[in-house]
């Protein structure tokens, strides 16, 4: 019977099946941070038990990190209590941790990755929504609650409902200036974002095969943004070339027999899904959003719309939130900051496509730009290219890695009714800190908006 990738990695995961429908799935890999781990290390420790299998999970320090001067002890104490107890938990149940200070630290969703322990194949999980990021390597990964990392790191499995299928495909070229933070945007933009509520989406075509690896984790990182449960992409040639060589990717004979398996996870030419959208990436422009959730998207030149449809009290909340008006254009409107990081763009492709951009440009004097490398590696790759030399001579400021603006857990906060164009994932209220006005965007055009000063298209000046 034919299969679609998501059920043939599913299927080889389920333990057993239970009355009810429900399935209990293994887990091969676990990721956690300070977050969303402290209860579920407190709840084991009230139950008198320990990590089952301690090496299939890591740890790492990123959302409540500050980004500058981080031999330093944390300013904040919640933060710094949160920091301090990773390393407690980690230390009494023998989970490798990359904390501050460590070459290896870095945000979970990009580590993961860079360092090889995402591959093709697994079922990966993590306290924080965004993991749906590792489904661009072919496997299956989303995010779970403090309740189910405490059941992962109890017993290594997982009591799940199977969600539905979707199958994204996008086909064609990308026009100038349009990237696969864009793609993600404009397809948000037609769904909702509750559009994919209850499904698992894989992403296919022409235009998906075109992006490089950082390209396919923006795409897959913000699956969970139009409601989806994950987001993944059939591994190949970009995948394997990746990986290979990566310090927990397999070497040798190793090597050979996994990436033999790889080349099979792939959906089957007549898998059945239960909903096919189809996109054009011609049709795709650089994308901007005017509202308070991922949905709420338009094209950099369009209008915002006139009403909310069938839900106007939520759109005119939004809009007044935002300060902005139905019809308005976007384009000109001034901005005060920029922040270029995240999970969903800060790596060091991220990094490279600025800094060329940004080169023998200064930043507008009313902006303030932030930019945070991912983690440790790629900080240490984008000074060694120079690129924190061209940021600086820009009038950025080039920051150590965390999670920094993308939320207002740490000290790096949007002051309260000011603009933030953004490259991170959510624009909800109060997400960049109380009263910030988020603006999701593309690293090009969020670079475009720091040495303008406001809302531009990005494609009239490359």
């Known amino acids: 019977m034919a299969k679609t990738l998501f059920d043939k990695i599913w299927n080889a995961h389920v333990v057993t099946s239970v009355k009810g429908g429900m399935e209990v799935l293994y887990i091969d890999r676990h990721l956690i941070h300070e977050v969303t781990s402290p209860q579920a290390f407190a709840g084991l420790t009230a139950r008198g038990i320990g990590v089952l299998r301690p090496k299939q999970t890591l740890a790492t320090a990123d959302h409540n990190v500050p980004t500058v001067n981080q031999h330093l002890p944390i300013a904040e104490p919640l933060s710094r209590f949160q920091v301090d107890k990773l390393s407690e938990n980690c230390a009494r149940f023998g989970i490798t941790l990359y904390g501050l200070g460590h070459p290896r630290q870095g945000i979970v969703h990009v580590i993961g990755p860079e360092l090889g322990i995402t591959q093709p194949g697994l079922t990966m999980v993590c306290g924080d929504s965004h993991t749906s990021t590792h489904g661009a390597f072919g496997c299956i990964a989303f995010g779970i609650g403090t309740s189910q990392v405490e059941q992962v790191l109890a017993s290594q499995c997982l009591l799940l409902s199977r969600p539905k299928r979707m199958r994204i495909t996008v086909d064609g070229l990308l026009g100038k200036g349009v990237l696969a933070k864009d793609i993600i945007l404009h397809i948000i933009s037609r769904l909702s974002a509750a559009g994919g509520t209850g499904y698992f989406v894989e992403y296919a075509g022409s235009a998906i095969r075109a992006l490089s690896m950082e390209g396919r984790m923006t795409v897959c990182n913000m699956s969970i943004e139009m409601g989806a449960r994950g987001g993944l992409i059939a591994p190949d040639e970009t995948t394997f070339a990746y990986l290979r060589d990566r310090p927990f990717a397999p070497t040798g004979e190793g090597w050979v027999r996994a990436e033999a398996g790889w080349r099979n996870l792939f959906s089957d030419d007549d898998a059945h899904f239960d909903r096919e959208l189809h996109f054009r990436a011609e049709d795709i422009e650089p994308m901007l959003t005017y509202g308070t959730n991922p949905g709420m998207a338009m094209a950099v030149g369009g209008q915002i719309p006139a009403d909310g449809g069938d839900n106007p009290a939520s759109f005119d909340k939004s809009l007044h939130y935002m300060g902005l008006q139905p019809g308005e254009r976007m384009l000109g409107k001034a901005i005060q900051w920029v922040f270029i990081g995240s999970c969903t763009n800060s790596r060091i492709e991220d990094l490279r496509l600025v800094a060329e951009f940004v080169r023998g440009r200064h930043k507008a004097e009313t902006v303030r730009v932030l930019v945070v490398p991912g983690s440790k590696q790629v900080e240490a790759e984008a ?67 720091a040495v303008t000063g406001r809302l531009v298209d990005v494609r009239n000046l490359l």
């Open 383 to 449: 000074r060694a290219e120079g690129l924190d030399k061209i940021f600086a001579a820009a009038g950025f400021e080039f920051r150590e890695p965390g999670c920094s603006a993308c939320l207002g857990m740490n000290e790096d906060k949007i002051p309260s009714g000011e603009y933030c164009v953004s490259t991170s994932n959510r624009n909800f209220e109060g997400r960049q800190g109380p009263g910030a006005r988020t603006i999701l965007a593309s690293p090009l055009t969020a670079a475009a908006a």
